[in-house]
């Protein structure tokens, strides 16, 4: 993320997705600054945003990010990350396309997409 913004292009397999966890390397302790997450849809407006302070990130470990942002599934979606203000800007895990899942349309970055659980019902 140090020379620019990353972004990667999904597609949820469910409208259920409650968010996404990347993975982070490179944190340095004692790190000011933030990182920056920004889901926009197919015409560019932002759906939802996080900011988080890098003093809370822990460096070579999956960080969570939770959204409330309603999506449909086959539509595609962007997600944007960035950091901010800091001396040492913090590094994403980039993958081959094997470790990539099959929501991911393009980027190479280590990321996972979250759903809520459903509810399995046992009837006697």
Known sequence: MAAGDYETVF???SKY???FEVYLKNVQEN???ELQFIITDN?????????VELSKVKSD?????????????GNQYTLTISAE??????HLQLVTSVHIS????????????AYKKTN???WK
């Open 102 to 113: 099959n929501e991911i349309i393009s980027g190479n970055a280590l990321v996972s997409i």
């Open 17 to 19: 997705m409650t968010g």
């Open 120 to 122: 399995i019902y046992c």
């Open 85 to 90: 203000n800091c001396g040492v800007c913090p």
């Open 43 to 51: 015409n560019g407006t932002v759906i939802d945003s996080e900011t």
């Open 11 to 13: 597609t949820p397999n």
């Open 61 to 73: 470990s999956w960080y969570k990010i939770y959204t409330h942002a309603k999506f449909k599934t």
């Open 31 to 33: 790190e000011h600054g």
